[in-house]
């Protein structure tokens, strides 16, 4: 009788390599990212999905389907993504995602090549908001101002000759965090000895001046992914970093409470975008950012992460010189409370209607 002859477990071993190369060799070949899928599958992460069973408590979505119906892709799995994360990017005011009084202005970064992955909601789409737990007593939209491509440095401070600087470590050692995206490479200037200010002088050939700062303190004039030499200052001392401007920027511009929702049946509801909106990025209820494309720019928007074609920091609230608030339509009571200001006993409310139209 022949004695039964054993496999080398090596053998098998290697054979599964072997195959695994080849499958991935394969799906590569048609332009499939293996490992993304791979580490979305297990992990169970990722930005977009074709189930409403995938989606998770405590974030919004965008439900995006040309010529689909929202109703009918509830019904089961989807045979293309429909549904699409508003993503956070990093951001300096996190645990306070909901408070508006900061001793510090609120930046997001988000890199570049991350900023697709910002859902864009114009009409057709629906904005949906999951929770297990709770329906929202109102919902906030907080408004981020779009300063486009730059280095991960926000919220620089101009001094009284011009130049700008950033708290470096005001109080904490970790100060710099609300003005430095520590996951770009910015996070360099960490290893500095902590000082009150650090200036930064020059980004390339841009010098940090007024008219090249926009009014979250990001340098402005850089070109997506180029790099940079940054001449910062440690006192007179100058100390350069290399620095590329692959970070995206958003600094808070304003804010409203929407109460405007629909239930689905079904594990969401659909958050209404107030009419009075223009085109701009939205921070929904502290979990995410939405891209919002109004009907007026709808046909020349160019559907990529930025276009410089929109105004997207128009602003919807106005203000007079003394600072008080000129025009206000997410406030229901605006008009009424401008009668009772401009009114007096010798003035009665037609009056003042008269007037405020002849403005």
């Known amino acids: 009788m022949k004695k039964r002859r054993s496999i080398n477990p090596l053998f098998i071993v290697i054979a599964i390599i072997v195959v695994i190369a080849v499958v991935i060799t394969v799906l590569n070949l048609f332009g499939i990212n293996t490992f993304q899928t791979l580490s979305g599958m297990t992990e169970g992460k990722g930005n977009s999905f074709n189930s409403v069973s995938l989606l998770e408590s405590g974030k919004a979505y965008v439900w995006h389907h040309k010529g689909g119906n929202i109703e009918d892709d509830l019904e089961g799995v989807v045979n ?4 699409f994360t508003c993503i956070t990017g990093d951001y300096n005011f996190k645990n306070k995602e909901k408070e508006e009084e900061l001793d510090y202005p609120r930046s997001i970064w988000v890199s570049s090549s991350e900023d697709a992955d910002i859902p864009t909601v114009t009409t057709g789409d629906y904005l949906i908001y999951v929770s297990d737990t709770e329906v929202p007593d109102g919902i906030l939209f907080e ?3 779009d300063y486009g491509y730059t280095i991960g440095i926000s919220n620089l401070i101009k001094d009284g000759s011009g130049h700008y600087y950033i708290d470096f470590s005001d109080t ?3 100060d710099y965090k609300y003005f430095v995206d520590m996951n770009s490479d910015a996070n360099q200037v960490a290893s500095l000895d902590p000082i009150t200010r650090l200036y930064l002088d020059k980004a390339g050939d841009v010098k940090v001046r007024e008219d090249s700062v926009s009014d979250g303190g990001m340098v402005l004039g850089l070109k997506k992914d180029k790099s940079y030499v940054c001449q910062f200052y440690t006192g007179t001392y100058y100390q350069d970093f290399k620095m590329t401007a692959n970070i995206h920027s958003f600094s808070s511009m304003e804010r409203f409470i929407s109460y405007d929702y629909e239930f ?11 009419d ?3 085109s701009g990025y939205y921070f929904v209820n502290g979990v995410g950012l939405v891209r919002y494309v109004s009907d007026a720019d709808a046909k020349s928007y160019n559907g990529k992460a930025y276009d410089d074609g929109i105004d997207w920091n128009d602003p919807i609230i106005l203000y007079n010189e003394d600072g008080t608030v000129k025009y206000d339509p997410s406030d229901p009571d605006f008009e009424e409370k401008q009668i009772e200001e401009h009114s007096d006993p010798g003035v ?5 209607e008269i007037e405020n139209n002849s403005e």
């Open 80 to 83: 293309e993504d429909v549904f």
């Open 143 to 145: 408004r981020f101002a």
């Open 172 to 174: 904490d050692e970790d």
């Open 264 to 274: 689905m049946h079904s594990n969401f509801i659909v958050i209404t975008i107030p």
């Open 276 to 278: 009075y909106f223009k």
């Open 348 to 352: 009665d409310e037609e009056e003042i």
